[in-house]
């Protein structure tokens, strides 16, 4: 399974950041490699309009099964994502990477 | 002639400023009053008169051909405010981002994004003796200021001859539809209040309309609450104080009702009256 994070930072300490579209780095854990590759997001501070849709096209072509991240995308970047079978899991906003994996692991976050 | 009532500051008495004075100066002339805050126009509460026009108000929005589309990811890669996505083998449209720019659909080496028409608002027309009153208002649900205000003003252009005295109340601010509201007009009039936020917004607004090479002049309104700081910012900056509307009362309570303030408190009718002296005045100089 790929796991994507939407985070400020590259490793397992780093935290988790609540907004989807500006997030400053989108972070993939593969479980069977147990493996991070991180995307560096920062550019998106730039972007004026249509941060979450550009977050999303990220998202899509990176093709994990399941997103962690804060408060969760706002309704384009929601439109875009629908058309993955993305599995998108809300209210890790004030956790670590590693407290948010294993939030999610025992059930704890809550399916948007 | 065009003039432009703006503010840094929301809530400072653009709509109050505007009305009152568009109908004082509409019982010696033809006027016309343009209410361009689209996003929540309010002069009309202010004003009844008789519906002369209303007209739906569309923007066009690129539609995805997937027929003729060779998913050449063309149209992504040229849009400034990603309002298209290549999604694997499908194009998605968020026509609420699009600015109308055509850049897409002009680019599409096989056309196919071909321009369709999307209600974006409505435009009403109103006239009270020599007042004639335009306001047009966003759909809930469309988050573009500009392209209406834009087609609005055009409206009026091409109504009304550059002889006549055009007013638009503006939106709030200093971003996108401000400056739409303000790029063309001959004259801005800044209303701003007498507190510490008042002048922090006021400045953003100065300098706004100093990037855009338009001449202003400031309204103080609720004269008589916060600090004399805007007034000695105007005095340090040579801008002009063209009224200070006392804060009373009486005048909240008027505009709480919709009505009117000049016809019923003295002292709000004599800064509008200077206000009308500095319009007439600038009209004479600019000879337009």
Redesign the interface.
């Known amino acids: 399974m790929k796991i994507a994070f939407t985070t400020t930072g590259t490793d397992w300490n780093a935290s988790i950041d609540p907004r989807f579209g500006r997030t400053e780095y989108i972070l993939i854990y593969d479980e069977e490699k147990d493996e991070i590759t991180n995307f560096d997001n920062r550019d998106i501070a730039d972007?004026?309009?249509?941060?979450g849709?550009?977050t999303a096209?990220l998202i899509?072509d990176l093709k994990p099964q399941v997103l962690i991240t804060g408060n969760g995308p706002g309704g384009?970047a929601a439109?875009?994502l629908t058309?993955t079978d993305l599995k998108i899991y809300i209210g890790a906003g004030n956790m670590t990477v590693k407290e948010a994996y294993e939030a999610y692991k025992t059930g704890i976050l809550k399916q948007s | 002639m065009k003039i432009a009532i703006a503010s840094g500051k929301g809530g400072t008495g653009k709509t109050t400023v505007s009305t009152n004075l568009a109908k004082y100066l509409s019982e010696i002339r033809q006027v016309v009053l343009v209410d361009l805050d689209v996003e929540e126009p309010n002069s009309g509460l202010f004003l009844k008169g008789e519906l002369v026009n209303r007209q739906e108000m569309y923007k066009a929005i690129p539609q995805w051909e997937a027929s003729t589309c060779t998913l050449c990811g063309n149209c992504q890669k040229v849009c400034?405010?990603?309002?298209i996505?290549k999604?694997?083998d499908?194009i998605?449209v968020?026509p609420?981002?699009c600015h109308s720019c055509y850049a897409c659909s002009e680019l599409c080496p096989t056309h196919s994004l071909p321009m369709t028409k999307l209600k974006m608002g409505e435009l009403t027309e109103y006239k009270m003796d020599e007042l004639n009153f335009i306001s047009s208002k966003l759909d809930i649900g469309q988050e573009q200021a500009v392209p209406l205000i834009a087609q609005t003003i055009r409206y009026v252009d091409e109504r009304f001859p550059d002889s006549i005295l055009k007013l638009y109340d503006s939106p709030p601010g200093t971003s996108c539809p401000v400056i739409e509201a303000t790029k063309e007009a001959d004259f801005v009039l800044l209303v701003t209040e007498p507190t510490p936020f008042g002048l922090h917004d006021l400045k953003l607004a100065v300098e706004t309309m100093r990037e855009l090479g338009i001449g202003f002049a400031v309204i103080i309104n609720r004269f008589g609450i916060g600090d004399a700081e805007v007034e000695k910012y105007c005095e340090r900056e040579g801008i002009d104080l063209v009224a200070k509307i006392p804060n009373q009362r009486e005048i909240a309570t008027l505009y709480s009702r919709g009505e009117l303030i000049y016809p019923h408190i003295p002292e709000f009718k004599r800064e509008l009256e200077l206000i009308a002296d500095y319009c007439n005045r600038l009209q004479k100089e600019m000879s337009l």
């Open positions: 972007v004026a309009h249509g941060a849709p550009k096209q899509f384009n439109a875009v058309k | 400034n405010f990603n309002s996505m999604l694997g499908n998605m968020f609420e981002l």
